[in-house]
């Protein structure tokens, strides 16, 4: 794809980061970065520990084009050269990179409201704000935001995700408790767990939704965040 060099110990390359951004433009990366590799074919002394570093580092620089993986996850690690034509014996070392189209993508309505168990009961008034997954994770701060915009009179005392096309699928808790998540880093306090619900929506639940406006299937999944005890 193409060549870059090092000086020294230095953990990033000597060309530009605008020259790394162009070389892989041309390449056309995938939007998910989920594995990378680096390895020595000469190793130079003191020159060992920073190749994590250099791989990070590099990726970091082309994030516009394709996601890093998440710190920590094992994705990016050093392995023995790899035979040719993937590892080229002329240079020292290598990285490889491999990245792939972006997982599933669901649609959520973020709801505030009251419940009385088995309903939720909305108003007009009632806070909302669309916010988009992939892969289970949050996108952007739909969801960071919405859960500040809630006010001191508005405590969270459940969560309900409820599926509104299908049953819930397998990574429907994965959703819910990145959610839960999220309250916590936000300074709130967790849901008891009972009040921790995945559900497909009711039929009064779609009816209270469609009284305010809104129309239940513009969506993948309605999350309920609820005032009361029940």
Known sequence: MGILRFRDESTFAEESADRVLAMWRLAAPAPQVVL???WESAPATGQGWQNHFRLRNMLQQIASLTKPPAAGEGA????PPPPPPLADRALDGGMLVVSVLSGETRNALLIYGNWDAPN???TKEAPRSPMEFSDNAPQGSALANFIASLNADQPVRG???ATTKAAPDAGAAARLKTVVEALVAAG??????ARQVVEQINAHDRG???EIGLVPD???EVIFFELNDG
């Open 120 to 122: 939720h009961y909305l």
């Open 208 to 210: 209270q939704l469609t």
């Open 188 to 193: 709130k306090p967790a849901p008891a767990a």
């Open 159 to 161: 969560v309900t995700l």
């Open 76 to 79: 990016l690690a050093a392995v």
């Open 218 to 220: 513009d969506y993948d």
């Open 36 to 38: 990378g590799r680096v």
